[in-house]
């Protein structure tokens, strides 16, 4: 079974910065996609970032420019530098990893680490 743990997440001024790791652990396999996801209360999920495994990344339109995946595949742990952060920015952060079992596409979720971005 495969769990993905996240930490970095906090509390931090408008303009300033956190960094996101998310690792995750328990599969023999390699993992495909990894990513963040960020959800706020009373709104719908929606993709922060997402890398492949050969590291290509797409990136939503509100953090282009601010935010920057990266993976360590020896590690299987995803990262999310997240810069210039705005108020609204604030959510709850989720990293997600699929991976191939046969050819069956799985996915895991971790619990999600809330950002709070407030003066």
């Known amino acids: 079974q495969v769990q993905l743990v996240e930490s970095g997440g906090g509390l931090v001024q408008p303009g300033g910065s956190l960094k996101l790791s998310c690792a995750a652990s328990?599969?023999?396999?390699?993992?495909?996609?990894m990513g963040w996801y960020r959800q706020d209360p009373g709104k719908q999920r929606e993709l922060v970032a997402r890398?492949?495994?050969?590291?290509?990344?797409n990136y939503a339109d509100f953090v282009k420019g601010r935010f920057t995946i990266s993976r360590d595949n020896a590690k299987n742990t995803v990262y999310l530098q997240m810069n210039s952060l705005k108020p609204k920015d604030t959510a709850v952060y989720c990293c997600?990893?699929?991976?191939?079992?046969?050819?069956?596409?799985?996915?895991?979720w971790g619990q999600g680490t809330q950002v709070t971005v407030s003066s």
């Open positions: 997600y990893a699929d991976y191939f079992i046969a050819t069956t596409l799985f996915a895991s």
């Open positions: 328990g599969s023999s396999f390699s993992f495909n996609a």
């Open positions: 890398i492949s495994s050969g590291g290509r990344t």
